[in-house]
């Protein structure tokens, strides 16, 4: 795959990372005058530092595009372009609702090529992810410096996270008076369907028990409450307020899910003296549970990119 391609899907997928601070830093208005969100010595203030810390327990909680992928690759699963949007429907999106849908389901869906090594489809992706992006005009909010230096630290969350507050911090004004924090939203919702719709569609009902794809299926009870807190973050926001609506028919069938926390022990590392805390869990889904769910998305899915 050649440098141009790899570097074209990793801006998209770094537009995710931004997108994810997008929703839970933008919300805090303007600054005053001779205001500034870093004191003397050089630090965060404490308001702009929990702002901070919230945003990065939601960067850290919500999947992206290419950590589902990733998940669906190293369980085993095949690649099967059939259950991706085809590129060809771009021309159906005029709304802003469904642009921003379709460029989290787009997105997603150039990370499962790009992981299977599907260069062609990949590159069709980018193309389909760059029309609803230029259509949103959220690529504006990320100036060519900005994206050079995250090219230049992709492999280190911690730094992508810096640049992006950073970045944040000085195009508050841009993203408010735009409307994208509520944008932002849609658009992560929309790659995180997707992303469950290729994964429930993977798993064979009847072979639930000890798959990794269906415990990361699973896993996306933890975000739920996370999403349903953002969206309604943006009451005012019709399109934010049908995808909560979406959002919560996935919770109550999420909620028939257990998961079960074992006891914690401490491992340690004898070669490092490191002690890491460690903890087993169980999960307990029944068949019919998971058609409910895979259906239920299938439904919501279908109504995105119809």
């Given amino acids: 795959m050649n440098r141009n391609l790899i570097l074209s899907g990793r801006l998209f997928l770094l537009l995710f990372v931004f997108l994810g601070f997008i929703m839970s830093g933008c919300n805090r208005g303007p600054k005053s005058e001779g205001s500034g969100d870093f004191e003397a010595s050089g630090g965060l203030d404490a308001e702009t530092q929990a702002q901070l810390n919230t945003a990065k327990r939601i960067f850290y909680s919500l999947p992206s595009p290419l950590e589902t992928a990733m998940l669906i690759k190293n369980a085993g699963a ?38 299977f090594d ?30 050079q230096r995250l090219e230049e630290h992709i492999n280190n969350r911690d730094v992508i996270i810096d640049i992006i507050s950073e970045t944040l911090m000085n195009s508050s004004s841009f993203l408010q008076e735009n409307g994208l924090e509520a944008v932002a939203t849609v658009v992560l919702v929309g790659g995180w369907v997707e ?13 639930l028990k000890d798959n990794k794809l269906v415990e990361r299926i699973v896993d996306q009870k933890l975000s739920l409450d996370i999403m349903v807190n953002l969206l309604e973050e943006s009451p005012e926001d019709a399109d934010a307020m049908a995808v909560l609506e979406d959002v919560k028919s996935l919770k109550s069938i999420f909620d028939k899910i257990t998961i079960k926390q074992g006891n914690v022990t401490a491992v340690e590392d004898p070669a490092t003296n490191v002690t890491t805390l460690k ?27 119809s």
């Fill in 279 to 305: 903890s087993e869990s169980s999960i307990h889904i029944t068949p019919n549970v998971f058609k409910e769910l895979r259906s239920k998305v299938r439904e919501i899915r279908t109504s995105y990119i």
């Fill in 118 to 147: 599907q260069t062609q489809a990949t590159l069709n992706y980018i193309e389909a992810a760059k029309k609803m992006a230029d259509g949103l005009n959220i690529l504006n909010a990320i100036n060519e410096e900005t994206i």
């Fill in 78 to 115: 095949q690649y099967d372009e059939g259950l991706m949007n085809l590129t060809g429907n771009t021309s159906r999106y005029i709304t802003s609702k469904s642009k921003a849908l379709n460029l989290g389901i787009y997105s997603t869906d150039l990370s499962y090529a790009s992981l």
């Fill in 195 to 207: 992303g469950l719709y290729i994964a429930t569609n993977l798993v064979d009902e009847n072979s």
